[in-house]
């Protein structure tokens, strides 16, 4: 499942907040560039100014609009929508000088500001614009990026931005660029969405939601991850026992984890036979940050034979 997701040029990683869509998305990256890739691990945060969670997952020194290197195989940066207008004007535009003097001038910048459709498609323009990027040997020179999206509904608004642009402006520079990036999204053979929720039963809600959307907006859904699957050590024949042995004693700890084992398998069940993609399961791991950027990117590269979750087709 993974080598085919790292033969995309763009994994897309969504989910509601605090499922652990950055961690996955980091680890993703880092894996991807042991295993030999290049990779840009992409930011794209609903605000610009701030500290990055993403940055400090992988250890990048800066997180701005400029492509940062992070170790061997790895860049990072942080989408910027102001950037992303500066593409796309140097495209528009005869002269590169001719942008800079547009986007000096301050009616201009008011008027990029004042929607955020605007702003979306300046982030989808810079993204475009590094994918776009190639060596003297026509090489591409980020083959994958793995973009951090904002959250759920954040997320949405930019998968929809492109279909909303082109109903109003479907001829002219601004039409044939987010054509392009429409294509770009819709491509199963370039594109790949990681959709991200956890084993209780509001996230696997709320992601059920998100992939009807994303099939209304035909954007490929390859993979979902459930995270933090906790360890289920009993067979049903086991559970049952145990849990008429809890019964006699009334709620306590033990009563809790036996219904937090029933409502996890209850999610990952009702996840894999409604969603039309693979669910990629990842255990409960004692690390965070860093430290636990490192063991999923770690155990994303043994066979699966060896690896500590597994993988399911529904």
Do not use: C
Request: net charge positive; proline share 9%; charged share 25%.
């Amino acid at each position: 499942m993974l080598e085919a997701l790292w033969d995309r040029r763009a994994l897309l990683v969504s989910g509601k907040g605090g499922v652990g869509k950055t961690t996955l998305a980091a680890a993703l990256a880092v894996a991807a560039a042991r295993a030999g890739r290049t990779v840009l691990l992409a930011e794209l945060a609903p605000e610009e100014d701030g500290p990055s969670p993403l940055a400090a997952r992988v250890g990048a020194r800066q997180a701005g609009p400029q492509v940062t290197w992070v170790r061997p195989g790895l860049h990072f940066v942080r989408l910027s929508a102001s950037e992303g207008h500066r593409h796309f004007l140097e495209r528009a535009l005869p002269a590169r000088w001719l942008a800079d003097a547009a986007l000096r001038t301050r009616a201009l910048r008011r008027f990029l500001e004042a929607g955020p459709a605007l702003r979306e498609m300046g982030l989808m323009y810079q993204l475009l614009a590094l994918l776009r990027r190639t060596r003297p040997d026509g090489r591409f020179v980020h083959p994958l990026a793995v973009v951090d999206l904002p959250a759920t509904g954040h997320a949405l608004a930019l998968a929809a931005l492109p279909q909303r642009v082109l109903s109003l402006m479907p001829g002219g520079p601004i039409g044939r660029d987010v054509r392009e990036g429409l294509d770009f999204l819709q491509d199963a053979t370039r594109t790949a969405v990681v959709l991200t929720s956890l084993p209780e039963p509001l996230p696997v809600s709320e992601a059920l939601t998100v992939a009807a959307e994303l099939r209304r907006l035909e954007l490929p859904l390859s993979t979902a991850v459930l995270n933090r699957m906790p360890e289920d050590p009993f067979t049903p024949e086991s559970r049952a026992a145990l849990r008429r042995m809890l019964a006699a004693h009334g709620p306590h700890q033990g009563w809790r984890e036996l219904e937090r084992l029933e409502r996890a398998r209850a999610a990952s069940v009702r996840l894999s036979r409604t969603l039309r993609a693979p669910l990629l399961t990842l255990p409960e791991l004692h690390a965070t940050g860093p430290a636990l950027v490192e063991a999923l990117a770690e155990g994303f590269a043994p066979p699966p034979e060896h690896a500590p979750w597994q993988e399911s087709l529904p």
